[in-house]
């Protein structure tokens, strides 16, 4: 049996910041960090457009204050507001951080960091590296976690999380190089395994973001929080579905119609292309729907060419080369094909501002947490606003790694039954590679992607919902009784990888429609068109969806506002 003071899932820029901040705070602890890919390999690598602060490099009139309205406001209120100020005041002490720890931002020609416009920001507050900022930071945080000597179990696989008596005690996991099971015994453990993307056929997410983490807890009985709120991303690339970045609309892009128009004037005059995204991305339906496509098709176009070459070359490169190299396109000549892609979960593992995974609206459990995309610390609400997320990795990912040494200190290591946990474990394997059925992986992954994206996409209605959790329903039972893997092998076994990430993403799956259909009104990024107006009055409130007898089952917790009461959302 494997054992350490703390144990991180998941290699991304959350985990990493938590791993950092445990070292720089108790060098003495033994920490590990377990990822299913290389950490310089996770999905916040992708991550493009910036991260947010109010620095005032650009504009001296910015503050925090008006950072934390911005995001209330783009979250359609649902924002709990305590957690809005911890982010919004502790950017620019975050951003300077990195800064020491190595990350080159670009500059402005005086060498300060730079600084470009976002969607649903009022001030230009989006802090750079070109557009790979996901991958600047994350870099130097690897580079600095080898300096500490932690522990990395790179490409192993964690199966279950190990929960007893409301108090986490560990994971059990593979090793994907031999197979073999094993199981770590901690005495906090951190969740933060990244989004869900792949539950949609059409995502800008990579590969590994199948929902692990939040399905290991919603196995466990645990509630996921707010995860009919599900972030279409505007840009995606037509047909591909990669992304696009927002970066490209803050350096001045627009986006135009079949007629050549630029449509956002009539959904979001005073912002225009820069709208935050849940409007923008129905926008581009509404478009779509009404024939006004480009020449009559499903997606819209991203125009650079007005930017000219230098400033494509610079500022955007790798969006030009995302376009160049899937669809032969130079940017800087032809227009871009996009549509709305799925991009981000603004819900998750419900937590504390310190990171504590929430049993129901007041119970902690214990030595439990989790930070980033995983969770939901609710400071994005209904709709997240573009550069939030890496700031919300940051932010609450040194939060969270600071409240994890204070959780382990004086504790002992837990008492768990390893035979009894690898027995479980290995019947769990076993069960999937010894099926015999007809359906392959990939056609059953297919066919619940196209039901999500099908019955719970930017437009949803009660019958639609409906009909999607039936069919949810039957593809289950399909997954259970006629999957067939031929790899009956231990090593470099991805079939069995893609068939327990299949369980993952239909798990998650389940939680998502159902709340979708329990939420009946608008609101942010789930657009109920039976229900077309947002309801204060009965869902101003987290929805809480659990596992209950098989079954999913919601509750709900209030939203906290401290500073901004709700209002009409214009743009």
């Known amino acids: 049996m494997l054992e350490h003071d703390i144990v991180i899932i998941g290699g991304g820029l959350a985990g990493c910041r938590a791993a950092l901040e445990v070292m720089r705070r108790d060098p003495s602890l033994d920490l590990a960090l377990v990822s299913k890919t290389h950490p310089i390999r996770s999905h916040s690598v992708a991550a493009q457009g910036g991260i947010a602060a109010a620095l005032q490099n650009v504009d001296p009139q910015d503050s925090w204050e008006a950072h934390a309205f911005d995001t209330v406001k783009g979250s359609d209120y649902l924002a709990d507001q305590d957690a809005v100020e ?5 950017a620019p002490e975050v951003i300077i951080d990195l800064e020491h720890l190595g990350v080159l931002f670009s500059r402005l020609p005086d060498g300060r960091i730079a600084q470009r416009a976002f969607g649903g920001h009022s001030h230009p507050r989006t802090c750079y590296a070109a557009d790979k900022t996901g991958q600047a930071i994350l870099h130097e945080l690897v580079s600095n976690l080898k300096r500490f000597g932690v522990k990395l179990y790179s490409e192993w696989y964690v199966l279950d999380l190990i929960l007893e008596d409301n108090q986490a005690q560990g994971v059990v996991m593979l090793e994907q190089a031999s197979g073999r099971l094993e199981v770590l015994r901690a005495k906090a453990v951190m969740l933060a395994t990244g989004g869900y993307g792949r539950i949609y056929n059409s995502t800008s997410n990579d590969f590994a973001s199948t929902g692990d983490g939040m399905a290991m ?9 707010d995860m009919e709120f599900v972030q279409f991303h ?6 591909v579905g990669v992304l696009i970045s927002e970066a490209v609309r803050g350096e001045g892009a627009y986006l135009i119609n079949g007629k050549g128009e630029r449509f956002m004037a009539a959904y979001a005059p005073s912002q225009m292309e820069l709208a935050p995204r849940d409007i923008t991305s129905r926008a581009i339906v509404t478009e779509v729907r009404a024939g006004r496509g480009i020449d009559g098709k499903d997606f819209v176009y991203l125009d650079l060419r007005h930017l000219g070459a230098e400033k494509i070359h610079t500022r955007l490169p790798f969006c030009w080369e995302e376009a160049h190299r ?6 800087v000549v032809d227009p871009i094909p996009v549509r709305p892609t799925v991009h981000y979960c603004m819900g998750g593992i419900p ?3 310190e990171g504590q995974v929430l049993r129901d609206a007041q119970t902690r459990v214990e030595g439990l947490f989790a930070a980033g995309e995983t969770a939901c610390v609710s400071v994005h609400g209904a709709n997240r606003l573009g550069s939030n997320s890496l700031l919300e990795c940051v932010v609450f990912g040194r939060r969270t790694g600071a409240a994890m040494v204070e959780a382990v200190r004086g504790r002992a290591l837990p008492k768990v039954d390893e035979g009894s946990l690898l027995k479980q474990a290995a019947s769990r394997i076993a069960g999937l590679v010894e099926r015999s059925g007809k359906s392959r992986i990939d056609q059953v992954r297919r066919q619940f992607q196209d039901c999500m994206t099908e019955h719970c996409g930017v437009y949803r209605t009660e019958s639609v919902l409906q009909e999607g959790i039936q069919k ?3 593809i289950r039972q399909r997954y259970e009784q006629d999957l067939r893997l031929d790899d009956r092998g231990k090593v470099w076994n991805t079939e069995l990888i893609e068939a327990l990430e299949l369980d993952n993403l239909m798990t998650v799956g389940a939680l998502i429609l159902a709340s979708a259909l329990e939420r009946r009104e608008s609101r942010g990024s789930h657009a109920r068109e039976d ?3 947002r309801d204060d009055q009965r869902f101003l409130q987290h929805t809480l969806a659990a596992f209950r007898e098989g079954s999913p089952q919601i509750s709900y917790r209030p939203v906290v506002i401290t500073r901004f009461p709700p209002q009409e959302r214009k743009y």
Request: aromatic content about 8%; glycine content about 8%.
């Open 86 to 90: 911890i982010l919004a005041r502790e």
């Open 217 to 225: 807890v919603a196995r466990a009985g645990l509630p996921l929080q």
């Open 234 to 239: 505007p840009t995606g690339l037509y047909p």
């Open 326 to 331: 899937h669809l032969g396109i130079d940017a």
């Open 351 to 353: 937590v504390t501002v």
């Open 472 to 474: 949810w329903q039957q």
């Open 531 to 533: 229900y077309p107006q």
